[in-house]
């Protein structure tokens, strides 16, 4: 099982390359769950939870948590090296498209972020 889930990450920068993702705002993430999609909004609030050895960061979009509409979570210290820079801090107040696999946490739609190349800017 945990080679398989290593073999599906090891690959999942090369499927964000290689498919043409529907693009969805973040407001329709919450219909798409479970679909790889691309979701694009302006990011409202960032955090980081340094107070534990896992290190998320959290890229909030549509209001400020705990108000937001979908969020983009990077486990941080398992990931820092795939980033230039702190995604908290490059990503805030910028609008943004972020690829992968929706799936929820607390009826909240996500997707994990693992690599920077499923995130774009965009103006």
């Known amino acids: 099982?945990?080679?398989?889930?290593?073999?599906?990450?090891?690959?999942?920068?090369?499927?964000?390359?290689?498919?043409?993702?529907?693009?969805?705002?973040?407001?329709a993430a919450i219909q798409n769950v479970g679909k790889l999609r691309t979701v694009c909004g302006k990011v409202q609030s960032t955090y980081i939870n340094s107070n534990t050895a896992s290190q998320r960061i959290y890229l909030n979009m549509g209001r400020e948590y705990p108000n937001h509409t979908f969020t983009g979570l990077i486990w941080y210290s398992s990931n820092k090296d795939n980033f230039d820079g702190r995604p908290d801090k490059k990503y805030k107040k910028k609008n943004i498209c972020i690829s992968g696999v929706i799936s929820t946490f607390n009826e909240k739609?996500?997707?994990?972020?693992?690599f920077e190349n499923q995130i774009e800017?965009?103006?």
């Not at 739609?109 to 693992?114: E, F, L």
Request: net charge neutral; proline share 8%.
């Open 109 to 114: 739609p996500q997707i994990q972020i693992d």
């Open 1 to 27: 099982m945990k080679c398989r889930l290593l073999l599906v990450l090891a690959t999942l920068p090369l499927v964000v390359n290689s498919y043409d993702f529907i693009e969805i705002p973040h407001t």
């Open 121 to 123: 800017i965009r103006q």
